[in-house]
Structure formats: C-alpha cells, structure tokens
C-alpha cells in the first residue's frame, strides 16, 4: 500500500510538480476561454451596432421612431456585462483604486451604479480574476 506523498509517481514527477502542471494546464484553457469570450463579445458589439443603424435608418426614412425588436436587450444591460467592461478596464490599466474605477466608467456620483461596480469588484474578486494590491485591483494572470 502506497502513500500519496511516498513513492507515487503523477507522470514522471513528485506531487507537487503534478499540481503546478495542471494549474499552468487550467490557466491556459482559461485564457483560451476568456480570449473566446472576447471574440464573441466583439462579434455581439458589431452586430448591435448594425442593429443602431437600420434602426437609424429606418427612423430617418419614416420620421417615426423605429419599433424595439421583440426580446431585444436594448432595455438594459445583459446580466455580467458590467463585469466583463469593468475587468477589461482592469486588465488595460496597470492597476485601479474604486474611485479610479468610477471616475473612467462615467460613474462618480451615481450611486447604483457605484453600488453595480461594488459588486462586480466583489465577485470577481472572489471568482479569482481580479487581486487587491495596495488599495489598487489589478487583473489575475
């Protein structure tokens, strides 16, 4: 009978080295989703823009406002949006205090919206993706 840390052998390697792989393994496929997640919010942006201008179309052809699609998301953000413009904030800065934060997205002084970023700090603080440092959040490699 073996022990974990006695004698097993994880692919060539000690335990450690075994764990250290797979959290290089896990961080790249990671990145890979989040770079995928980039893309496609990219691809969505491009598409509403072309969804403003038929609309901008439409209402300068007609002279009437153009009709809201049905279950189109123009009412307001979609859940987590706020999240993914605050993290890329982040990750294009070289670290942020909230006030920082508030101030580039437009938001000092709007006290839901102050509350919207408050939350989304939290969570992707605790989803791993952005560290504290100094009074500054910074993006998680």
Same mark, same amino acid.
């Given at each position: 009978m073996?022990?974990?840390?006695e ?6 390697g000690?335990f450690?080295?075994?764990i ?7 961080r790249?496929?990671?990145?890979q989703?989040?770079?995928?997640q980039e ?7 491009a598409i ?5 201008a038929?609309?901008?179309y439409?209402? /300068? ?5 153009a009709?809201q /699609? ?5 009412q307001?953000?979609?859940r987590g949006?706020?999240r993914? /413009? ?17 101030e580039r997205m437009?938001l ?12 989304a700090l939290t969570?992707l603080?605790?989803s791993?993706?952005?560290?504290r ?9």
């Amino acid at each position: 009978m073996s022990d974990v840390h006695e004698g097993s052998n994880f692919g060539g390697g000690n335990f450690s080295e075994f764990i250290s792989r797979e959290r290089d393994r896990l961080r790249a496929e990671r990145e890979q989703v989040f770079n995928q997640q980039e893309e496609l919010k990219r691809r969505l942006d491009a598409i509403n823009r072309e969804f403003a201008a038929v609309d901008a179309y439409e209402t /300068a052809k007609t002279g009437k406002a153009a009709r809201q /699609a049905a279950g189109s998301r123009q009412q307001g953000a979609r859940r987590g949006s706020r999240r993914e /413009a605050l993290l890329e904030l982040i990750r294009q800065s070289d670290g942020l205090s909230r006030g920082e934060i508030l101030e580039r997205m437009g938001l000092k002084g709007d006290k839901s919206g102050e509350m919207s970023v408050s939350n989304a700090l939290t969570a992707l603080t605790k989803s791993n993706q952005v560290f504290r440092d100094g009074g500054k959040y910074r993006a998680a490699m």
